[in-house]
């Protein structure tokens, strides 16, 4: 599945710095939150970095590259540092927002049971279904013209870049075969982007030891 990982031309053209270290996990063993879990946000609350990191504006000059304000729709990484304490979703997602704030880098998760066909990340044309839910029901959104998106086969999977995630292929406590999207833009080097692959290894497989991982490094 990660082997056929790409990124669109147009993509590399606003950002030829840009790569993502995909992470396919197989065997994964969810559930909600616990006290471990909890241990891995707070201290990654403590050891967070700031918005005003470099890393992090990487991301809000990304953003207006492609005509999306940064202060309506935050990256992810943004968005996160500026919400402590970080919430409690279930182990899983709470491992990777730890180790999305600790290193100043975006981190999506998907659920591989409800992905299809092969992850990439394009320019929007406008017209591709984003599952979203609105007041409680189920309902159908679309990108922008133009706009960043990581996609499947049967429409978007992530918004602007890494804003939004669908609800489509979202992690649950039920996930247990996951893709996982660790993306880098300068001044973050390729060693601190294989440091926090590292790190979200280590708590997967303090979540369910034995699993198995494969990783690619894709770039623009």
Not at 56 to 71: I, L
């Amino acid at each position: 599945m990660i082997e056929d990982i790409w990124v669109d031309p147009a993509v590399a053209e606003l950002r030829p710095d840009f790569a993502v270290l995909a992470m396919a996990v197989y065997g994964l063993r969810n559930g909600p939150t616990d006290d471990r879990s909890r241990a891995w946000l707070a201290e990654a609350a403590d050891r967070a970095v700031t918005p005003d990191d470099p890393r992090v504006e990487a991301w809000r000059d990304a953003y207006r590259a492609f005509g999306a304000k940064p202060q309506r729709t935050r990256p992810s990484v943004d968005a996160l540092v500026r919400r402590m304490p970080l919430p409690e979703i279930n182990l899983v997602v709470d491992a990777y927002n730890a180790v999305s704030v600790g290193h100043g880098l975006p981190i999506g998760g998907e659920d591989l049971a409800r992905y299809a066909g092969t992850a990439r990340l394009v320019r929007a044309a406008g017209d591709e279904p984003f599952e979203v839910v609105e007041k409680g029901e189920p309902a159908i959104d679309h990108p922008e013209i133009g706009e960043v998106v990581w996609r499947d086969d049967l429409g978007v999977t992530c918004r602007r870049w890494n804003w939004r995630q669908c609800v489509r292929t979202r992690i649950t406590e039920e996930t247990s075969d996951a893709l996982f999207l660790l993306e880098r833009l300068d001044p973050m080097s390729p060693e601190e982007l294989q440091a926090a692959g590292n790190e979200l290894t280590v708590l997967l497989e303090e979540i369910t030891p034995g699993l198995h991982v494969e990783t690619r490094l894709v770039t623009a």
